[in-house]
């Protein structure tokens, strides 16, 4: 995404945090960003677009968080995967989320509205396939069901907590508690050998997943290219050919395993060493997902 496009997000995201999404104007954005009318279309093409980008970068914020926490601990270990469910409802509440998908439910606008149930499957299959990582193979045919149990009870307990108490809910505690909830629950659907979602539609939670992984990934090397300078003309080339291989229908992925290498060297030392680093975990995903899938 271009850096002034990201500008006038990260702006937006300070006007909503103040006003509150209802109560701001797409007037309240070109004042605060000090720009025209103009300007603002000439980034992006209607006010949709502009929510829909400022979505994806809300999006890209909290798969950053997530991957990040993952480096070097076990995919297995429930107290990182709690606090990964965490960071989703940080997300939320930073960028103001709630009302913006409340006001894109009630509207009549179909890309919004398609881009909500976008997001809510990649979700459910991120869920999905974190649910596997902790419950091993005998809960996969299960973890589809639980995915949508547990993103369920998560919203609907935090919910009927504010409403009745009208006190402030510790998440952690939430999510602790629905995830020792899910344990059971994955125990007795493991005996009783009972599936809601049936076998046919779990390819499709984690069909989805993929392709959501490989498009996260496009999106972390388009945005880094659009920021490249003229200084680094060898880590743009490496970055363009990763970008071709990525998007291939076999990409090679020998090849790509050793350009990972590659741009972190040399990317080290410089400004876009962060950014790379968060690069080659979605990369590595990719590669992963590559490797276990038939050939």
Not at 5 to 16: E, P, S
Not at 97 to 105: R, S
Not at 190 to 197: C, Q, R, Y
Request: include cysteine.
């Amino acid at each position: 995404m271009d850096e002034r496009k990201i500008n006038v997000i990260l702006t937006a995201k300070k006007v909503f945090s103040t006003k509150g999404y209802q109560a701001s104007s797409v007037q309240d954005i070109f004042e605060a960003c000090n720009i025209s009318k103009g300007t603002f279309y000439n980034y992006f093409s209607s006010k949709n677009d502009f929510l829909i980008s400022y979505m994806d970068l809300a999006r890209e914020e909290e798969f950053t968080r997530r991957e990040s926490m993952l480096d070097k601990h076990d995919r297995s270990n429930k107290d990182i995967f709690i606090k990964q469910v965490l960071v989703r409802v940080e997300i939320m509440n930073e960028f103001t989320l709630l009302p913006i998908y409340e006001a894109a439910f009630h509207s009549d606008d179909v890309d919004l509205k398609g881009y909500i149930n976008k997001r809510l499957i990649e979700e459910l299959s991120w869920l999905a396939d974190r649910l596997g990582d902790i419950y091993g193979d005998k809960a996969m045919p299960y973890v589809s069901d639980c995915a949508v149990l547990m993103h369920g009870m998560v919203q609907n307990m935090h919910f009927a907590w504010e409403t009745i108490t009208k006190k402030k809910i510790n998440l952690t505690m939430l999510i602790q508690y629905v995830v020792r909830r899910i344990d059971t629950i994955i125990e007795d659907l493991i005996e009783s050998k009972e599936i809601f979602l049936n076998e046919s539609e779990y390819p499709f939670f984690k069909a989805n997943l993929k392709n959501e992984t490989k498009q996260t990934l496009l999106s972390q090397l388009y945005k880094l290219i659009s920021t490249l300078d003229t200084n680094n003309p060898a880590l743009k080339e490496y970055i363009e050919f990763v970008i071709e291989e990525v998007q291939l229908r076999k990409p090679r992925i020998h090849l790509l395993s050793s350009m990972e290498e590659v741009i972190n060297t040399e990317a080290a030392n410089t400004k876009y060493e962060k950014s790379i680093h968060h690069i080659s975990l979605q990369l590595n995903k990719f590669i992963n997902e590559k490797n276990c899938s038939p050939s």
